[in-house]
């Protein structure tokens, strides 16, 4: 893959930075590679999905262009999602190319989030390109209800490639989303196990995103309760620590491991956002909860420059909302794409 551009340095340090109209700098980029997915999630795909045919989605060398002018425009953490990342051909080429700005500077952190059932597979060559860190999202560790909530998942797999990206050097935190009448009894046993690997751990409260098979509102557990619970028998100290996400981070005694809370319907996150996200069709999402879109595909097709390109990233930032409008009471959901389109 040939890249689009060898000097984001120099382009980071001179051109305006990306500032919201609330005054929030976005630094943080999120994007989605493929809206396929080895699994299917009971939480964030319907069991027979209808997924995107190849003319829509991005090329790997568009995907590394856009990547690469936010880059230039000051984005400093890049995460690679899905889908299902490592299921995208290709993939480890978008890394290995889009890892140079790791080794130019102008990049701080270039990560993933997966599934983890590839991992074993791809863990060497991920830390060869410079990821550091990764998340792996792991809702039980328990076989049989893994394989109903993933539809047909093996726990066993994705434990085998936690355990290869921890060898090979790569950090790893564990997210898991929490669900009222599935997993909440498991937390601390999921927490635990996590810590004693080494590994962070991250609570997230189910989101409303697209139409699935199950009600949420039925599955809602807020993450304020479960605190308060796991408060009741573990030491919890509220932490300063962050790592460019929403999540708020306390440390647990007991453990001796860090454990994060994302809130997005108990305790929203919205005034210290600093992340857009774009999907493998090139759709700018500048918030997660908000049915905004900026079609950059288009831009790009059309054969804008790269100023072009620059002046179309402006626009949408300049109109990201103040905040989301996740309600998971709503008889629908806030936003009708899933989050397997959205990324991660």
Not at 114 to 126: P, S, V
Not at 263 to 271: A, I, M, V
Not at 313 to 327: L, M, N, R, T, V
């Amino acid at each position: 893959m040939t890249p689009y551009d060898d000097s984001p340095a120099q382009a980071a340090m001179t051109a305006p930075r990306l500032i919201d109209g609330f005054g929030r700098a976005v630094t943080y980029l999120r994007v989605s590679v493929t809206d396929r997915c080895d699994l299917r999630c009971v939480y964030c795909m319907s069991e027979h999905m209808t997924f995107l045919p190849k003319a829509q989605v991005l090329t790997l060398e568009e995907m590394d262009r856009v990547a690469t002018t936010f880059i230039g425009l000051g984005v400093r953490k890049l995460r690679l999602t899905g889908g299902e990342p490592l299921v995208r051909k290709g993939f480890m080429e978008l890394v290995a190319g889009l890892s140079r700005h790791l080794r130019s500077g102008a990049l701080d952190e270039l990560t993933l989030t997966t599934n983890g059932t590839q991992l074993a597979k791809y863990a060497e060559d991920l830390a060869r390109h410079g990821v550091r860190r990764i998340n792996v999202s792991l809702d039980t560790l328990k076989p049989d209800l893994f394989r109903r909530l993933t539809r047909g998942g093996d726990v066993a797999q994705v434990i085998g490639g936690i355990d290869a990206a921890l060898a090979a050097g790569i950090a790893v935190k564990i997210n898991a989303v929490a669900l009222k009448h599935d997993n909440a009894a498991e937390l601390p046993d999921l927490i635990s196990w996590a810590h004693q690997r080494g590994c962070d751990m991250t609570l997230i409260e189910t989101m409303p995103l697209g139409e699935i098979d199950e009600d949420r509102t039925d599955q809602y557990l807020s993450l304020k309760d479960v605190r308060r619970d796991l408060a009741s028998f573990w030491t919890l100290e509220d932490l300063a620590y962050a790592t460019g996400g929403p999540a708020r981070y306390t440390r647990i005694a007991e453990t001796g491991g860090r454990l994060g809370f994302i809130t997005p319907l108990s305790h929203n996150f919205c005034e210290s956002c600093n992340r857009v996200r774009l999907t493998c069709t090139g759709t700018l999402h500048t918030c997660l909860g908000r049915d905004d879109a900026s079609d950059l595909r288009a831009v790009i097709r059309a054969g804008a420059t790269e100023a072009e390109l620059q002046q179309a990233i402006f626009a949408a930032i300049g109109s990201k909302p103040e905040g989301h409008d996740f309600q998971i009471a709503r008889a629908r959901p806030a936003v009708a794409r899933h989050m397997s389109t959205t990324g991660g």
